[in-house]
């Protein structure tokens, strides 16, 4: 059984950076598609925004709201992806979830929160 612990979030001002963490545990992790989501406050009945994503290959996918300024990567060594949060904003501000996906194999962290506030 595949078990996600996201670690990393934080209270910080506008424009600081942050690096979430996501260990995963179980096997076959370099095989794994991995995922960042977030949740803003207010939006708990709507669908979780996808923010990043990397392949089992190191290949990335980022929202056009975080491009440029967030970074996904994987240390498979470690079991571990991260997603590296630059130039942090107000509107950053939720609750960050990791998944990871193989096959018909799918698992959610529960969440690590982030505030950007000044």
């Known amino acids: 059984q595949v078990q996600l612990v996201e670690s990393g979030g934080g209270l910080v001002q506008p424009g600081e950076s942050l690096r979430l963490s996501c260990a995963f545990s179980?096997?076959?992790?370099?095989?794994?598609?991995i995922f960042w989501y977030r949740q803003a406050p207010g939006n708990e009945g709507s669908q979780r925004e996808l923010?990043?994503?990397?392949?089992?290959?190191?290949?990335?996918y980022y929202a056009d709201s975080v491009k440029g300024r967030f970074t996904i990567s994987r240390t498979n060594a470690k079991n571990a992806a991260y997603l590296q949060m630059n130039s942090l904003k107000p509107e950053d501000t939720a609750v960050y979830y990791c998944?990871?996906?193989?096959?018909?194999?799918?698992?959610w962290g529960q969440g690590t929160q982030v505030t950007v506030s000044s």
């Open positions: 923010v990043a994503i990397i392949n089992s290959v190191g290949s990335t």
């Open positions: 179980g096997s076959f992790f370099s095989r794994y598609t």
């Open positions: 998944n990871s996906k193989l096959a018909r194999d799918e698992y």
